[in-house]
């Protein structure tokens, strides 16, 4: 199914140069797209690529207008921010051949009698939902999923196959929790008495904002008293964990592999590299953005750009540079008493002038 271009830019906005009337069936990447997509430029290095693109429209910003026109043979749509548009016209094109789930609830489903289930939501195979749970307007609960007791889904809300929702938990409106995502696990308390360790119950939520989406097989624990906040918005990519008592803020966004420790307070529209680690008990406030692979050990009190690991190298001159590293100290110690040893036989100097 397709749509014509006019029809996409009175939906999404953006200058159309060309012809309102062509017909594109989908987006696709430059080197991909043939004369039935269109496609987008959002990085400027990648202007001779698009010149030789066969997509019938391109997205461009205002900068990259101008040197695209004189040299590509199809419609131009013009916008601020070509990558932000490419998404929603993916979403677009998305929408067109969705399938829709049926409401109801499925006849391999266990639903107790108590819960509350909208008229509108799907409820698939082999569903669980326990006494007090909430199930919102329109929202879908894929196969094998488990909805604890009391637990709260909100409307158009979608739980991927298989997706554990424990008691107490509450996720907002329009929220997406992707297949083996747990929410809602003990928080790892445990107090040492003479060696032996001694569980803390963890008795608080978590609760979940609106908008919030969550990736394959991320966990986030309940708080111990307190509950684990993630507000609107937020972004958390596969395999992540967020412990217990955790506030993660407003838009911020996380990408695989992120581990996040107790009781950390991260602000709004953070970003956190791959594979970054928080420590707990730390603040991080608005808009700080931290590299790939880094280790946050203290807390971030300004905004900005952090990164904290060490540049690969070839493994003979990582050895090297270890040792330097260990005997740091060492060196340290000798370049004072260098500089103790030259003080004195300057200052000795100086009486003899």
């Avoid at 569903?127 to 999923?145: F, L, Q, T």
């Avoid at 809300?157 to 329009?174: D, E, S, W, Y």
């Avoid at 540079?321 to 200052?347: F, G, P, Q, Y």
């Amino acid at each position: 199914m397709g749509t014509r271009l006019g029809q996409l830019v009175e939906r999404l906005g953006g200058q159309l140069m060309g012809d309102a009337n062509l017909e594109v069936s989908g987006i696709a990447p430059l080197a991909d797209a043939s004369a039935s997509h269109i496609s987008f430029l959002s990085n400027s290095k990648l202007r001779a690529q698009a010149l030789q693109s066969q997509a019938a429209a391109l997205i461009v910003s205002a900068a990259d207008q101008a040197f695209i026109s004189a040299g590509f043979h199809g419609a131009l749509i013009v916008t601020n921010n070509p990558y932000v548009y490419f998404a929603r016209a993916a979403q677009y094109f998305e929408s067109l051949t969705a399938l829709v789930p049926q409401p109801g609830v499925h006849a391999s489903a266990v639903v107790a009698d108590d819960a509350q289930v909208a008229s509108s939501a799907h409820i698939g195979a082999r569903v669980v939902i326990e006494s007090g749970a909430v199930i919102g307007e329109h929202a879908v609960i894929d196969a094998g999923c488990y909805i604890g007791r009391a637990a709260v889904i909100g409307a158009e809300t979608h739980l991927f196959a298989n997706v554990t929702f424990h008691a107490g938990c509450v996720i907002g409106q329009r929220g997406i929790i992707h297949s083996g995502a747990v929410i809602g696990t003990d928080g790892f308390g445990f107090a040492n008495e003479g060696g032996v360790y001694i569980k803390i119950p963890q008795t608080g939520r978590v609760v979940i904002g609106d908008d919030v989406d969550i990736g394959a097989n991320t966990t986030i624990d309940r708080g111990a008293l307190a509950d684990t906040i993630i507000e609107d918005g937020v972004k958390l990519d596969n395999q992540i964990q967020i412990g217990h008592n955790c506030h993660i803020g407003a838009h911020t966004a996380m990408a695989g592999c992120v581990g996040v420790a107790g009781s950390a307070k991260i602000g709004k529209y953070c970003t956190f590299g791959g594979a970054a680690m928080v420590l707990g008990h730390l603040t991080i406030v608005d808009k700080v953005h931290v590299g790939s692979g880094s280790m946050v050990s203290r807390s971030i009190l300004e905004p900005g750009q952090y990164t904290g690991f060490y540049p690969l190298a070839k493994n003979s001159e990582w050895e090297k540079s270890a040792v330097i590293v260990r005997n740091l100290s060492a060196m340290r110690d000798k370049i004072r008493a260098l500089e103790k040893t030259i003080k004195t036989l300057t200052n000795q100097d100086e009486k003899t002038l």
